[in-house]
């Protein structure tokens, strides 16, 4: 069996977003019992993690993390074409996921207790993102 | 075909724990001959990686870089309810993988010469880690 | 419907070479029209990304961050036997990834307008890499 769904998320600015029950519902929506989902986020400036997702100062000790990491407006960066985050904003998502299978197991994703997914706005300013979700089983 | 299978690590300690002989024999069980198998971590402050397998200094090289990169205790994170390394883990696993997908060829993983599968404990007490194996095929 | 292709990339040196059309290819030979491919490189220094494909200067920016994050001939580094730029092509390979899942849609990888796929080759010299695309629909 082979279904895609896909979500699109309006993101308001720089951080991260939990998108595991809408992935969850085009899980559902396939009909498949037991397979693989992969969700794909069609940017460059904005990426895919799975976080723990009980505690939020988690998602901003990470994000106080990679703004260190990697500086907004640094000067070694010569591609700035759309601002000092522009390639911030590309390191971060090669440094972290543009893709991930998910298991699916009872027509839900198997998951850990702790574990949500979440799509990670790299930009500053708001942006329509759209993933797409390949479930088969 | 569809096949899911699970294994669980005791880990002794942070570090790489190599999982590639266990998840072979799930594909073996699995009765596909070829298709994909699809490693997954149930966690979210332990990670997968594929990495050299030939030289253990590779992989413990691999631990001070990345002690150094997200140092245990660092006052910039406000997480640590669980210790030092809580924040660090998360930052580890989100740094690294949560899902792999590996291709399998005539009944076996299709990985190269020196490349083997490793969870990564990235926790400094011991933990157990569950891994679900999904083969599609 | 399965399908296994195989290309090899002749590097020079290091850096991104795009492979997307040559993925795109696979896909097209092996008749799936809905479903995911599955990108694999089989080896521990180099690795694939998902990255802008538009202006050169990003993945040049690329370039100049990862080397100053991991120093080729760090001192902290033990593992050096094939040169300075060895334990560095690991970390970079394990900062990144070895294995990618795009969606396939009608026929065609369904990657977002300024997305292409990269081999990022971490060794200083030239290596003959090996990719692996499982396609399933």
Redesign the interface.
């Known amino acids: 069996m ?1 279904h ?1 769904g896909e979500l699109t998320v309006a993101t308001q600015r720089r951080g991260t977003y939990d998108i595991t029950r809408e992935v969850a519902k085009i899980v559902d929506e396939s009909g498949v019992r ?3 989902a ?1 969700v ?6 904005a990426s895919l ?4 997702n009980a ?1 939020p ?2 998602r ?3 994000e ?2 990679v703004k ?3 500086p907004d407006g640094d000067p ?4 700035d ?1 759309e601002g000092d985050d522009d ?1 911030p904003a ?2 971060r ?11 699916v ?1 009872g027509g839900k994703l ?6 949500g997914l979440y799509l990670w706005e790299h930009r500053t300013s708001p942006h329509r993102r ?1 993933v ?1 979700v ?1 479930v ?2």
Chains 1, 2, 3 share one sequence.
């Open positions: 082979f895609r037991d397979g693989l992969t794909f986020i069609q940017h460059t400036s993690i799975v976080c723990e505690d100062s988690v901003r000790d990470l106080t993390f260190k990491l990697v070694m960066f010569t591609h074409a390639m590309h390191i998502t090669v440094l972290t996921q543009t893709s991930i299978g998910l298991p197991a198997a998951l850990g207790t702790w574990q759209t797409s390949t088969i089983g």
